[in-house]
């Protein structure tokens, strides 16, 4: 008959503790990571459990401590690269705060986004970060605000909402990148968005839902109305949801004989694709068409030309929502921040002015 090597008992805190020479009651505060100790008191607890191969119990501590351990995310697309590097900053912060990270994709549907905040309460998280698909139905972020859980806005703010929040400046930043194309003499400038309405036709800001969106759309159209440039909104393209919906948008609007000159892509994905069709219908960036994108996707820099961007800092993003998370989670009283990181223009060679075709058919 075969018999079983007996199991190696599990270290316990009482274990480290009276390795340690302390009381297992400061054993657990170290450990658990809460409560007050000297340094010197914490780096013997820390020798003690590390000599002794101590692994704990996160069920166990979870009921001893009322925490998890761990952080609920919420993110628009984790297929975007926007979102997988802002969540590479918050796993980042949080591993170096002794946290792990949940992480939910919502794409940017507000009912998944609810049941993804329902999800990560059930699972005793300690706090959220969200970034919201919507500003019109917030009762789900309000509710965890009010239960005393912290929560954290990535990338689009809630006026609304009291709390911790990181953002760029996507108005100001969305005027300086127009201002760039009509600069460049362009009048027939498109702004192409994932974000949809009814029909894929833009009347006006209150469709606009997602907040961030809403303020470029508004940057967009302050510089294009500046500049004298007739009923802007009409090449305002909504719907970009996915590669065939962007390319479905960037062929009716490249077929057109009132075409774009320029565009100005939401997103790199929108951007890439729009990139792709421009190509396959035999125009030429930029003689025929201008284009920058927001967010510097590795792939904007070696396509021929390279594609002017917005560099938003997407990493520092992550990470700095994370650590004003971890700081409120630490007990830390104060106001909420509102932290606005600055953004960047690489201008690089997709801009260039309108050919003499589409000039002459601006006269007209």
């Not at 000297?38 to 009921?63: F, G, H, Q």
């Not at 697309?77 to 939910?104: H, K, M, T, W």
Request: positive net charge.
């Amino acid at each position: 008959m075969k018999r079983t090597a007996p199991k190696t008992p599990s270290i316990t805190v009482s274990d480290v503790a009276q390795a340690a020479n302390v009381s297992k009651a400061t054993a657990a505060r170290v450990l658990g990571g809460y409560g007050v100790v000297s340094d010197t008191i914490r780096a013997d607890v820390v020798a003690a459990a590390k000599a002794l191969d101590y692994r704990p119990n996160e069920l166990a501590r979870s009921m001893t401590t009322g925490r998890s351990g761990i952080i609920g995310v919420v993110v628009g697309d984790i297929e975007n690269p926007f979102f997988s590097l802002a969540v590479r900053g918050i796993s980042d912060a949080a591993r170096a705060a002794g946290f792990n990270v949940i992480l939910a994709n919502s794409g940017e549907r507000i009912e998944v986004e609810k049941a993804a905040v329902r999800l990560l309460i059930g699972k005793r998280v300690d706090g959220l970060i969200v970034t919201p698909s919507e500003s019109r139905d917030i009762s789900h972020l309000r509710d965890i605000h009010r239960s005393g859980r912290p929560l954290a806005l990535l990338d689009r703010a809630l006026p609304e909402l009291d709390v911790d929040t990181v953002t760029v400046d996507d108005r100001g930043i969305a005027m300086r990148a127009t201002r760039i194309l009509v600069d460049a003499g362009h009048r027939k400038i498109a702004y192409v968005t994932a974000v949809d309405a009814e029909g894929h036709e833009y009347r006006d800001l209150g469709q606009i839902y997602t907040s961030s969106v809403r303020e470029r759309i508004n940057g967009f159209l302050t510089v294009c109305r500046d500049a004298g440039i007739d009923r802007p909104e009409r090449y305002v393209r909504l719907g970009a949801t996915s590669r065939a919906e962007t390319r479905r948008a960037a062929d009716e609007m490249l077929s057109g004989p009132d075409r774009p000159t320029a565009v100005l892509a939401s997103d790199s994905v929108i951007a890439l694709e729009i990139f792709r069709v421009i190509r396959e219908r035999g125009l030429r960036v930029p003689e025929d068409i201008s284009l920058i994108t927001f967010h510097d996707a590795d792939w904007t820099s070696v396509t021929t030309p390279p594609i002017t961007v917005i560099d938003q800092p997407v990493y520092a993003l992550g990470k700095s929502v994370a650590e004003l998370l971890i700081r409120r989670l630490k007990g830390e009283p104060r106001p909420a921040e509102r932290l606005i990181l600055p953004t960047s223009i690489f201008e690089r060679g997709s801009v260039g002015p309108p050919s003499p075709t589409s000039r002459s058919l601006v006269r007209r």
